[in-house]
């Protein structure tokens, strides 16, 4: 019994993860970056912008939905 324990749980403790990605120098270097955060974040809020710009034009076009000024 003693034996399958222990089996069994040094299966689990030194298993990888299938879903670990080994990172290069070069992508932690990146990682830590301030400029490359800062611009990341810049192209998300842009991103976010711009569907909520598209979706408002769709919606101003569409014959079935009215905007109304009150």
Not at 22 to 34: D, F, G, I
């Amino acid at each position: 019994m003693n034996k399958l324990i222990f089996l069994l749980l040094s299966t689990v403790l030194f298993s990888d993860s299938k879903f670990e990605a080994k990172t290069s120098h070069e992508n932690r270097m990146a990682m830590e970056n301030r400029k490359i955060k800062c611009r990341w974040v810049c192209d998300k809020k842009l991103y976010k912008e711009q569907k909520i710009a598209d979706a408002i034009s769709f919606y101003k076009n569409s014959k079935d939905y009215k905007f109304t000024k009150r």
